[in-house]
């Protein structure tokens, strides 16, 4: 950092928003349990009663922190408008397992907590999680990807859980096959998942 | 229960099986952390001193419980010993959804404590993971169902935590397909995954 925060005039959603980010930066290589006031007033050198004022509670800090976390992997993640089907889903894919590696830390511990943690957690990441896949089933420019069924939304929800799964277990040891490799798999593994689900179509 | 177990000879050993499989059965519509030596000592009139001599703790029952669970779905999804492989997988994933829907409320606690709790609990729910799909590879009279390779495994991986997603979505809401369809999505899912992660075979 080369200017402390808390010397920048901001309007107040400014200043929150500049907040999360720091954070964002911060615990990405933390685990959701240590994401904490005290470490960013410490590390951004800010006040802890400032932090408090923005955020209310050290419970309702870790809050915002995540949904800060998957709002950005959302939006970062939005496919390009234009492109065949195949390559924009790649390319979503591509900035998701980045935003992973990126993030792993935070990431791995987040889908820990949405399973076996509190509710608030849990539905900020089903939340994610639901805004990553919907947008496979959302008319756009392009038109949709998958035909909207409650067939495919079962498949579009298990691919979700293979792709973290595959990207997680991936991550530990990337020498299993190259990062293109990957995506090939996850982004191919749809269409052939929905054709084994939808004989009759 | 028209036998009371405690009063029935019986070989320690053999004692302690039928007091897990008196556990099964109670626990099938419990979560893990409602695994108790209390609740089976009244339900089946058992001594709670007796499961203590038998199971040590309550936390070493709550382990011996989920053990017991989870070889006991290992051994019951065994595929059959000979037919086509799309057949026998079939028949595996019909014993491991009925299974499912049989102890579901067990069963995604037991899910959800492996993601978010201790590290008991999470080893033992990896070893049935790993006892589940590490078949798929092995020799037997009918040969390997895929070649074990790195990739393969990776895959087998993101196909059975898919698996898992779909029959835990589907329990939940069986309308949305027929159990053969199901069973024909997650059987011909696999081949079909397989085949978008190894071109070069």
Redesign the interface.
Same mark, same amino acid.
């Given at each position: 950092m080369t200017t402390s925060p808390a010397r920048t005039r901001l309007s107040p959603a400014a200043r929150r928003a500049q907040l999360l980010e720091l954070g964002a930066h911060l615990f990405a290589t933390r685990s959701v349990d240590e994401i904490s006031i005290d470490v960013l007033a410490e590390e951004a050198s800010v006040s802890r009663g400032l932090l408090y004022h923005y955020f209310g509670s050290k419970q309702d800090f870790r809050l915002a922190v995540i949904r800060h976390a998957v709002e950005d992997l959302v939006e970062k993640t939005a496919p390009p408008a234009e492109g065949e089907p195949i390559e924009r889903m790649l390319a979503s894919l591509g900035v998701y397992v980045d935003y992973v590696l990126a993030n792993l830390t935070l990431y791995r511990s987040l889908?820990? =907590?949405a399973? !076996?943690?509190t509710d608030e957690i849990r539905a900020l990441y089903e939340t994610g999680r639901f805004a990553l896949t919907d947008r496979i089933f959302r008319e756009d420019a392009e038109g949709q990807i998958l035909t909207d069924t409650?067939?495919s939304?079962?498949?579009v929800?298990?691919?979700?859980?293979?792709?973290?799964?595959?990207v997680l277990?991936?991550a530990d040891?990337p020498?299993?096959?190259t990062r293109d490799?990957l995506l090939?798999?996850l982004a191919?593994?749809l269409p =052939?998942?929905v !054709?084994?689900?939808l004989?009759d179509e």
């Open positions: 889908v820990r =907590a399973a !076996g943690g409650p067939q939304r079962l498949v929800r298990g691919w979700s859980a293979m792709t973290e799964e595959m277990t991936w040891d020498s299993v096959m490799e090939a798999v191919l593994s =052939a998942l !054709g084994t689900s004989p």
